[in-house]
Structures are given as C-alpha cells and as structure tokens.
C-alpha cells in the first residue's frame, strides 16, 4: 500500500521530462470526434496552433482482481474503427492538448536543456482548465459532454547515465534494487515493474513504477523511470478527479523518494 509523503519532497534539478495529466470518458457519443475537431479550431488554434494526428490511446482500466494486477497494458481486439488522437501543441511543443473521444489531457514536455518543470499546481490548473473550456464549447455548441470515468497522472524522467560514468547495467546505483549477476557474468540491462494499491478503506487507484533501457537523442544510455497513478473505474465529476490527481501526484512523489538512491537524490537536487 502507498503511504504518502508529507510534505512533499522537491528536487532543485529534477529528472522529469513530461508531466501527463488525464481525463478517461465513457459513453461518448460518435459526433464527440467531430467535436473536438470543431473545438481546437474555434477555441485552441491561437494558443495551440500545430495539430497533429495519434495513435489512438487506449487507457486502461484498474481492476484488484489478481490477474490484472498489472493493469498498464491494454489490447484491444475488434469493435469500431479506432479514431485517431488528437494533438494540438504551442509553438515550441512544450504545451499539449491530447484528445480523442476516449480520452483528454495536457501535458508539459521538456524541449530545451534548460527548461524547468513549472510543478503540479500548473499541471493541475491547465487541465482544469482546459477541461472546463470544452465543457463550455460542447454546451454552446449543443454536443453532449461524455461522463469521466477514469483519471490519471504520469511523471516521466529521464536519468542521463553517461555523465555518472553508468551504462544500463547500473540500476542498483539509480533505484534501490540488489546488484544481479549470473555466475560470473556481470548484469547488462533491467527493466522493472512495478505496481502499489493506492487505498482508502477500499483500493481507488492504482501506481505503477517502471523503469527501462533505453538511448537519448544522441545514442547515449539512459534509464526511463516512469511512474503514473490511475484510479479505478467509476463515475467522476470534474473536481473528485482533480482530487484524485492530487492524491496521485502525492504517491508519485512519495514512490519516487522511497525507490531512488540517495546518490541519485543528491545528484537531482533535493531540497528536504
């Protein structure tokens, strides 16, 4: 079970690449593709003017049922023709507006070296925001708004190895797992996952803690730590899922401190 940091613990330099919060819908009606469509032109052009087409994202559903106790892969077998993801992003893509009929988020992504994550209040009030406007559009424009089902909060970080003098067989050093080997042969690569219920006196949600291999831009080794926290299907209004972000957000920190290295805290910063 997660138990949850308090106060939250800050990082001067932190890893984090992009920030993902998110908002699942149920029952939409087939015009809600169109909708949006109609909504990024007459409402988000001027500040996200480049749009693109996604994959479709299936988000899944959290179950406390033993075989889905790893709930963050998804498959989908026949039914309707997918509909693709909408992006609409600023100009220089740090901002961006995901939708599509199952699904509606905003995230922040790094795009420079020197850009700094502006912290979860932001995150938090620009979905909100965002979510708000469309609610709007959607009443003026006479379109049904979809009910939200499920919500969820991503942190993405990326851990530059090579400045540490660390290659993918390094794990033990960034997160706090035993050193492997296999006779004498030394560890090469891990790819980890995790998953915490997030409780009350009943499970609402769900954190999932991952960390792969993997090689940045310039093919240099990096590890991927990701960390979402979803709650469990249901019947949300706008502000119970703000507050379950919130809590999300919390478990996220409180995993992060409690799974990463002091070497590697120390290294991003921490500030208590």
């Known amino acids: 079970m997660v138990k949850l940091a308090e106060p939250i613990v800050s990082f001067a330099r932190p890893p984090v ?5 998110g908002l699942s819908f149920a029952d939409a009606a087939p015009e809600f593709a169109v909708a949006l469509g109609a909504f990024w032109k007459d409402r988000l052009r001027e500040k996200f003017p480049v749009l693109q087409q996604q994959p479709p994202y299936s988000p899944p559903r959290e ?16 039914g309707q023709f997918p509909v693709p993801r909408l992006w609409a992003t600023t100009e220089d893509g740090s901002e961006l507006i995901q939708m599509q009929t199952e699904w509606f988020a905003r995230n922040w992504r790094k795009v420079k070296p020197d850009d700094e994550y502006n912290r979860w209040n ?21 379109f049904v708004n ?14 530059d190895l ?46 999932h803690f991952g960390v ?3 090689l940045n831009a310039i093919g240099k080794p990096i590890y991927i730590i990701e960390l979402t926290a979803r709650s469990v299907p ?39």
């Open 234 to 272: 249901g019947h949300y209004e706008i502000d119970s899922a703000l507050s379950f972000l919130d809590r999300g957000r919390d478990a996220i920190n409180s995993s992060f401190v409690s799974l990463t290295t002091a070497e590697m805290q120390e290294k991003w910063g921490r500030e208590q």
């Open 63 to 78: 179950s406390f049922q033993e075989i889905d106790a790893f709930a963050g892969i998804s498959f989908q077998l026949g």
């Open 162 to 207: 090579t400045d540490l003098g660390l290659d993918h067989g390094s794990l033990a050093r960034v997160v706090k797992i035993g050193e492997t080997e296999l006779n004498s042969f030394p560890l090469e690569q891990v790819t980890l996952q995790l998953a915490f219920a997030i409780r009350d006196e009943e499970p609402i949600g769900r954190l």
């Open 17 to 21: 690449v992009e920030v993902v919060a």
């Open 122 to 142: 932001s995150r938090r009030e620009a979905l909100a925001e965002s979510y708000t406007d469309l609610v709007e559009y959607l009443a003026t424009a006479d």
């Open 212 to 214: 792969k291999p993997a």
């Open 146 to 159: 979809p009910a939200i089902s499920q919500c969820e909060v991503s942190y993405i970080n990326h851990v």
